[in-house]
Protein backbone atom coordinates (compact mmCIF):
# COMPACT_ATOMS: atom_id res chain seq x y z
CA UNK A 1 0.00 0.00 0.00
CA UNK A 2 2.90 2.33 0.96
CA UNK A 3 4.58 1.81 -2.16
CA UNK A 4 1.73 2.46 -4.29
CA UNK A 5 0.91 5.91 -2.94
CA UNK A 6 4.36 7.06 -2.92
CA UNK A 7 3.88 6.13 -7.40
CA UNK A 8 1.29 8.07 -7.15
CA UNK A 9 2.70 10.91 -5.54
CA UNK A 10 5.08 10.76 -8.60
CA UNK A 11 2.62 11.98 -11.09
CA UNK A 12 1.61 14.74 -8.64
CA UNK A 13 5.34 16.11 -9.43
CA UNK A 14 4.97 16.73 -12.07
CA UNK A 15 1.61 19.30 -10.99
CA UNK A 16 4.06 21.00 -8.53
CA UNK A 17 7.10 21.48 -11.26
CA UNK A 18 3.86 23.19 -13.36
CA UNK A 19 2.63 25.02 -10.61
CA UNK A 20 6.35 26.73 -9.74
CA UNK A 21 7.03 27.17 -13.30
CA UNK A 22 3.38 29.04 -14.09
CA UNK A 23 4.26 31.43 -10.60
CA UNK A 24 7.53 32.07 -11.63
CA UNK A 25 7.08 33.21 -14.84
CA UNK A 26 3.95 34.82 -14.11
CA UNK A 27 6.25 37.12 -11.45
CA UNK A 28 9.17 37.19 -13.77
CA UNK A 29 6.98 38.99 -16.41
CA UNK A 30 5.94 41.76 -13.96
CA UNK A 31 9.29 41.85 -12.63
CA UNK A 32 11.50 42.48 -15.82
CA UNK A 33 8.73 44.95 -17.11
CA UNK A 34 7.29 42.31 -19.40
CA UNK A 35 9.96 41.45 -21.01
CA UNK A 36 10.70 39.51 -23.44
CA UNK A 37 8.23 40.65 -25.04
CA UNK A 38 6.34 37.22 -25.70
CA UNK A 39 5.86 36.01 -22.47
CA UNK A 40 2.92 38.32 -20.53
CA UNK A 41 0.41 37.18 -23.01
CA UNK A 42 1.99 33.10 -22.41
CA UNK A 43 2.28 34.13 -18.59
CA UNK A 44 -0.59 36.40 -17.68
CA UNK A 45 -2.74 32.91 -16.07
CA UNK A 46 0.18 32.04 -14.02
CA UNK A 47 -1.30 33.43 -10.73
CA UNK A 48 -3.09 30.64 -10.85
CA UNK A 49 -0.63 28.29 -10.28
CA UNK A 50 -1.04 29.20 -6.25
CA UNK A 51 -4.38 27.75 -6.77
CA UNK A 52 -2.62 24.45 -8.16
CA UNK A 53 -0.80 24.83 -5.22
CA UNK A 54 -3.50 24.92 -2.94
CA UNK A 55 -5.24 21.94 -4.49
CA UNK A 56 -2.16 19.91 -3.91
CA UNK A 57 -1.47 20.99 -0.50
CA UNK A 58 -5.60 20.18 0.33
CA UNK A 59 -5.33 16.16 -1.21
CA UNK A 60 -1.99 15.97 0.17
CA UNK A 61 -2.27 17.04 4.15
CA UNK A 62 -5.96 15.63 4.25
CA UNK A 63 -4.91 12.48 3.01
CA UNK A 64 -2.35 11.94 5.45
CA UNK A 65 -4.66 12.59 7.97
CA UNK A 66 -7.84 10.35 6.81
CA UNK A 67 -5.12 7.23 6.67
CA UNK A 68 -4.97 8.01 10.13
CA UNK A 69 -8.50 7.88 10.94
CA UNK A 70 -9.62 5.43 8.07
CA UNK A 71 -6.59 2.79 10.83
CA UNK A 72 -8.88 4.42 13.34
CA UNK A 73 -5.69 6.02 15.14
CA UNK A 74 -6.76 9.48 16.77
CA UNK A 75 -5.10 12.50 14.72
CA UNK A 76 -2.29 14.02 17.18
CA UNK A 77 -1.89 17.54 16.58
CA UNK A 78 1.35 17.92 18.49
CA UNK A 79 2.43 15.57 15.24
CA UNK A 80 1.29 17.38 12.64
CA UNK A 81 2.22 20.74 13.90
CA UNK A 82 5.69 19.15 14.23
CA UNK A 83 5.76 18.26 10.59
CA UNK A 84 4.41 21.20 8.91
CA UNK A 85 6.91 23.39 11.26
CA UNK A 86 10.18 21.44 10.28
CA UNK A 87 8.62 21.35 6.94
CA UNK A 88 7.72 25.20 6.25
CA UNK A 89 9.01 27.60 8.68
CA UNK A 90 13.31 27.09 8.87
CA UNK A 91 13.20 27.92 5.01
CA UNK A 92 10.42 30.89 5.63
CA UNK A 93 12.58 32.51 8.49
CA UNK A 94 15.95 32.03 6.42
CA UNK A 95 13.73 33.85 3.75
CA UNK A 96 12.76 36.54 6.05
CA UNK A 97 15.96 37.29 7.69
CA UNK A 98 17.50 37.94 3.89
CA UNK A 99 14.24 40.57 2.82
CA UNK A 100 14.92 42.37 6.29
CA UNK A 101 19.04 42.12 7.42
CA UNK A 102 19.71 42.50 3.06
CA UNK A 103 17.82 45.51 1.83
CA UNK A 104 19.48 44.11 -2.07
CA UNK A 105 17.25 41.21 -2.07
CA UNK A 106 14.11 42.89 -2.17
CA UNK A 107 12.25 43.28 -5.24
CA UNK A 108 10.64 46.61 -3.90
CA UNK A 109 11.01 49.22 -1.20
CA UNK A 110 8.78 48.23 1.92
CA UNK A 111 7.83 45.24 3.73
CA UNK A 112 5.41 44.39 5.97
CA UNK A 113 5.93 44.49 9.87
CA UNK A 114 7.94 41.58 11.01
CA UNK A 115 5.42 40.10 13.06
CA UNK A 116 2.88 39.98 10.29
CA UNK A 117 5.40 37.54 8.75
CA UNK A 118 5.74 35.81 12.17
CA UNK A 119 2.31 35.49 12.73
CA UNK A 120 0.99 34.07 9.26
CA UNK A 121 -1.22 37.44 9.09
CA UNK A 122 0.49 39.66 6.44
CA UNK A 123 -2.23 38.26 3.90
CA UNK A 124 -4.96 40.35 6.05
CA UNK A 125 -5.51 43.91 5.06
CA UNK A 126 -1.83 43.48 2.73
CA UNK A 127 -1.29 47.08 1.08
CA UNK A 128 0.16 45.59 -2.34
CA UNK A 129 1.21 49.04 -3.73
CA UNK A 130 3.45 50.45 -0.44
CA UNK A 131 4.32 47.12 1.26
CA UNK A 132 4.56 45.00 -1.83
CA UNK A 133 8.15 43.33 -1.15
CA UNK A 134 7.72 39.55 -0.52
CA UNK A 135 3.94 39.67 -1.30
CA UNK A 136 4.04 36.13 -2.46
CA UNK A 137 4.40 35.20 1.48
CA UNK A 138 0.13 35.41 1.17
CA UNK A 139 -0.47 32.05 0.05
CA UNK A 140 2.19 30.67 3.18
CA UNK A 141 -0.18 32.34 5.27
CA UNK A 142 -3.32 30.70 3.69
CA UNK A 143 -1.78 27.46 4.25
CA UNK A 144 -0.56 27.71 7.58
CA UNK A 145 -4.01 28.69 8.70
CA UNK A 146 -5.36 25.60 6.91
CA UNK A 147 -3.10 23.61 8.82
CA UNK A 148 -3.89 24.77 11.90
CA UNK A 149 -7.71 24.56 11.52
CA UNK A 150 -7.73 20.80 9.85
CA UNK A 151 -6.34 18.78 12.42
CA UNK A 152 -8.75 20.88 15.09
CA UNK A 153 -11.83 20.14 13.09
CA UNK A 154 -11.02 16.78 12.30
CA UNK A 155 -10.06 16.20 15.96
CA UNK A 156 -13.80 17.39 16.88
CA UNK A 157 -15.14 15.51 14.35
CA UNK A 158 -13.82 11.93 15.64
CA UNK A 159 -14.46 13.21 18.92
CA UNK A 160 -17.95 13.91 18.49
CA UNK A 161 -18.56 10.71 16.06
CA UNK A 162 -19.84 12.91 12.94
CA UNK A 163 -16.85 12.45 10.82
CA UNK A 164 -18.76 10.71 8.40
CA UNK A 165 -21.23 14.02 8.13
CA UNK A 166 -18.24 16.29 7.85
CA UNK A 167 -18.78 16.73 4.13
CA UNK A 168 -21.55 19.05 5.00
CA UNK A 169 -18.65 21.35 6.61
CA UNK A 170 -17.24 20.64 3.22
CA UNK A 171 -20.12 22.63 0.93
CA UNK A 172 -21.32 25.14 3.94
CA UNK A 173 -17.36 26.77 3.30
CA UNK A 174 -17.86 26.20 -0.70
CA UNK A 175 -20.66 28.29 -0.25
CA UNK A 176 -19.19 30.54 2.10
CA UNK A 177 -16.46 31.60 -0.15
CA UNK A 178 -19.42 32.71 -2.96
CA UNK A 179 -20.99 34.88 -0.56
CA UNK A 180 -18.06 36.44 1.28
CA UNK A 181 -16.43 37.20 -2.08
CA UNK A 182 -19.86 38.61 -3.35
CA UNK A 183 -19.81 41.02 -0.08
CA UNK A 184 -16.19 41.61 -0.22
CA UNK A 185 -17.04 43.19 -3.80
CA UNK A 186 -20.09 45.20 -3.49
CA UNK A 187 -19.49 46.96 -0.28
CA UNK A 188 -15.14 46.74 0.02
CA UNK A 189 -13.70 47.04 -3.30
CA UNK A 190 -16.74 48.95 -5.16
CA UNK A 191 -17.06 51.33 -2.26
CA UNK A 192 -13.13 52.17 -2.77
CA UNK A 193 -13.17 52.24 -6.69
CA UNK A 194 -12.78 55.92 -6.96
CA UNK A 195 -9.94 56.10 -5.31
CA UNK A 196 -6.45 56.67 -6.86
CA UNK A 197 -4.86 53.05 -7.29
CA UNK A 198 -8.31 51.04 -6.69
CA UNK A 199 -6.43 48.09 -7.89
CA UNK A 200 -4.54 47.73 -4.37
CA UNK A 201 -7.90 47.49 -3.29
CA UNK A 202 -8.75 44.12 -5.19
CA UNK A 203 -5.69 42.60 -4.19
CA UNK A 204 -6.07 43.74 -0.31
CA UNK A 205 -9.95 42.91 -0.07
CA UNK A 206 -10.55 39.66 -2.49
CA UNK A 207 -7.32 38.77 -3.61
CA UNK A 208 -4.81 37.57 -0.43
CA UNK A 209 -7.49 36.73 2.38
CA UNK A 210 -7.70 33.46 3.40
CA UNK A 211 -11.43 33.36 3.97
CA UNK A 212 -11.64 34.04 0.24
CA UNK A 213 -9.24 31.47 -0.91
CA UNK A 214 -10.81 28.25 0.56
CA UNK A 215 -11.66 27.15 -2.84
CA UNK A 216 -8.51 25.42 -4.02
CA UNK A 217 -8.06 23.58 -0.38
CA UNK A 218 -11.28 22.30 -0.19
CA UNK A 219 -11.35 20.68 -3.41
CA UNK A 220 -8.38 19.16 -2.89
CA UNK A 221 -9.93 17.59 0.69
CA UNK A 222 -12.78 16.68 -1.52
CA UNK A 223 -10.78 14.60 -3.71
CA UNK A 224 -8.78 13.65 -0.69
CA UNK A 225 -12.08 12.12 1.02
CA UNK A 226 -13.45 10.38 -2.02
CA UNK A 227 -9.77 8.51 -2.51
CA UNK A 228 -9.31 7.51 0.72
CA UNK A 229 -13.05 6.70 2.02
CA UNK A 230 -14.92 5.66 -1.22
CA UNK A 231 -13.08 3.35 -2.97
CA UNK A 232 -15.96 2.04 -5.71
CA UNK A 233 -16.30 5.68 -6.43
CA UNK A 234 -12.71 5.91 -6.57
CA UNK A 235 -12.12 3.64 -8.62
CA UNK A 236 -14.84 4.26 -10.86
CA UNK A 237 -13.49 8.10 -11.46
CA UNK A 238 -9.82 6.46 -11.86
CA UNK A 239 -10.63 4.66 -14.66
CA UNK A 240 -10.91 7.73 -17.20
CA UNK A 241 -7.55 9.40 -15.68
CA UNK A 242 -6.93 11.16 -19.17
CA UNK A 243 -10.20 12.33 -19.67
CA UNK A 244 -10.14 13.87 -16.21
CA UNK A 245 -6.95 15.94 -18.01
CA UNK A 246 -8.61 16.67 -20.84
CA UNK A 247 -11.62 17.95 -18.83
CA UNK A 248 -9.38 20.10 -16.68
CA UNK A 249 -8.12 21.67 -19.77
CA UNK A 250 -11.57 22.66 -20.97
CA UNK A 251 -12.30 23.97 -17.17
CA UNK A 252 -9.01 26.22 -16.92
CA UNK A 253 -9.68 27.71 -20.53
CA UNK A 254 -13.06 28.60 -19.23
CA UNK A 255 -11.73 30.31 -15.80
CA UNK A 256 -8.78 31.58 -18.68
CA UNK A 257 -11.37 33.68 -20.23
CA UNK A 258 -13.47 34.38 -17.58
CA UNK A 259 -10.49 35.92 -15.40
CA UNK A 260 -8.76 37.78 -18.15
CA UNK A 261 -10.02 40.87 -16.49
CA UNK A 262 -9.88 39.62 -12.59
CA UNK A 263 -11.10 42.78 -10.95
CA UNK A 264 -14.89 42.18 -12.27
CA UNK A 265 -17.74 40.60 -10.69
CA UNK A 266 -18.09 37.38 -12.48
CA UNK A 267 -14.04 36.84 -12.13
CA UNK A 268 -13.72 38.01 -8.47
CA UNK A 269 -16.81 35.49 -7.41
CA UNK A 270 -16.56 32.91 -9.41
CA UNK A 271 -13.10 32.68 -11.05
CA UNK A 272 -11.57 31.20 -7.71
CA UNK A 273 -14.06 27.94 -7.67
CA UNK A 274 -13.64 27.64 -11.50
CA UNK A 275 -9.94 27.31 -11.11
CA UNK A 276 -10.00 25.19 -8.02
CA UNK A 277 -12.14 22.56 -10.24
CA UNK A 278 -9.94 22.76 -12.79
CA UNK A 279 -7.01 22.09 -10.94
CA UNK A 280 -9.17 19.72 -8.98
CA UNK A 281 -9.65 17.71 -12.50
CA UNK A 282 -6.02 17.82 -13.34
CA UNK A 283 -5.08 16.31 -9.56
CA UNK A 284 -7.68 13.65 -9.58
CA UNK A 285 -6.05 12.63 -13.12
CA UNK A 286 -2.91 12.92 -11.68
CA UNK A 287 -3.30 10.10 -8.87
CA UNK A 288 -5.24 8.09 -11.62
CA UNK A 289 -3.28 4.76 -12.52
CA UNK A 290 -4.62 5.09 -16.17
CA UNK A 291 -3.10 8.67 -16.62
CA UNK A 292 -0.16 9.39 -18.55
CA UNK A 293 0.92 12.23 -15.64
CA UNK A 294 0.85 8.97 -13.45
CA UNK A 295 2.97 6.43 -15.47
CA UNK A 296 5.24 9.68 -16.55
CA UNK A 297 8.56 9.01 -14.77
CA UNK A 298 10.53 12.64 -15.21
CA UNK A 299 13.56 12.92 -13.50
CA UNK A 300 13.75 17.32 -14.50
CA UNK A 301 10.16 17.63 -13.04
CA UNK A 302 10.90 15.46 -10.14
CA UNK A 303 13.88 17.30 -9.54
CA UNK A 304 11.69 20.84 -10.03
CA UNK A 305 8.95 19.89 -7.38
CA UNK A 306 11.32 19.24 -5.02
CA UNK A 307 12.93 22.60 -5.15
CA UNK A 308 9.49 24.57 -5.53
CA UNK A 309 9.12 25.67 -1.68
CA UNK A 310 12.70 26.81 -2.00
CA UNK A 311 11.95 28.70 -5.23
CA UNK A 312 8.54 30.02 -4.49
CA UNK A 313 10.05 32.01 -1.24
CA UNK A 314 13.50 33.09 -3.16
CA UNK A 315 12.27 33.51 -6.68
CA UNK A 316 11.27 37.27 -6.87
CA UNK A 317 14.38 38.24 -4.43
CA UNK A 318 16.71 36.00 -6.97
CA UNK A 319 15.43 37.26 -9.93
CA UNK A 320 15.85 40.82 -8.64
CA UNK A 321 19.58 40.74 -7.81
CA UNK A 322 20.28 39.05 -10.91
CA UNK A 323 18.71 41.58 -12.99
CA UNK A 324 20.73 44.61 -11.06
CA UNK A 325 24.29 42.56 -11.34
CA UNK A 326 23.92 42.12 -15.00
CA UNK A 327 21.67 45.65 -15.46
CA UNK A 328 25.20 46.91 -17.33
CA UNK A 329 25.95 44.03 -19.86
CA UNK A 330 22.92 44.76 -22.06
CA UNK A 331 21.73 41.08 -21.98
CA UNK A 332 19.15 39.89 -24.47
CA UNK A 333 15.76 40.09 -22.46
CA UNK A 334 15.50 35.78 -23.76
CA UNK A 335 18.67 35.09 -21.95
CA UNK A 336 18.41 36.78 -19.14
CA UNK A 337 14.90 34.74 -18.87
CA UNK A 338 16.78 31.59 -18.80
CA UNK A 339 20.18 33.44 -16.56
CA UNK A 340 17.23 34.25 -13.89
CA UNK A 341 16.15 30.67 -14.30
CA UNK A 342 19.58 28.98 -13.50
CA UNK A 343 19.81 31.53 -10.53
CA UNK A 344 17.00 30.98 -8.86
CA UNK A 345 17.12 27.26 -9.40
CA UNK A 346 20.74 27.18 -7.88
CA UNK A 347 19.67 29.38 -4.97
CA UNK A 348 16.57 27.23 -4.47
CA UNK A 349 18.93 24.14 -4.39
CA UNK A 350 21.44 25.70 -1.74
CA UNK A 351 18.68 26.07 0.40
CA UNK A 352 17.26 23.45 -0.09
CA UNK A 353 20.65 21.13 0.94
CA UNK A 354 21.26 23.54 3.29
CA UNK A 355 18.52 24.16 5.49
CA UNK A 356 15.29 22.09 4.31
CA UNK A 357 17.09 18.81 4.43
CA UNK A 358 18.93 19.27 7.80
CA UNK A 359 15.44 20.10 9.42
CA UNK A 360 13.64 17.30 7.37
CA UNK A 361 16.61 15.05 9.13
CA UNK A 362 15.94 16.93 12.79
CA UNK A 363 12.36 16.22 12.36
CA UNK A 364 12.50 12.53 11.58
CA UNK A 365 14.99 12.22 14.57
CA UNK A 366 12.20 14.48 17.11
CA UNK A 367 9.21 11.79 15.69
CA UNK A 368 11.20 8.51 15.84
CA UNK A 369 11.71 9.37 19.62
CA UNK A 370 8.04 9.86 20.55
Not at 202 to 229: E, K, M
Not at 279 to 298: C, D, E, I, R
Not at 313 to 329: C, E, M, N, R, Y
Amino acid sequence: MEQNIQQKLYGLDHLRALAIVFVFLFHYFILSGGQPEWLPDFAKFGWTGVDLFFVLSGFLISSQLFVQIKQGQNISFKQFFLKRFFRIVPAFLITIGLYFCFPFFREKENLPPLWKFLTFTQNLGLNLKDYGTFSHAWSLCVEEHFYLFLPILLIIFQNSKLFFKSYWLLIFLFLFGFTIRIYSFNYLYLANIEEENSWMYWYQFIYYPTYNRLDGLLVGVSIAGIYQFLPNVWSRISKYGNLCIIFSLLVLTGAYFLCDNQMTFNASVFGFPLIAIGYGFMVTGAVSPTSFLYKWNSKITTFIATLSYATYLTHKGVTHITHQLLADFKIDNNLMLLICIVTCLSFANLLQLTVEKPFMKLRNRIIEKK
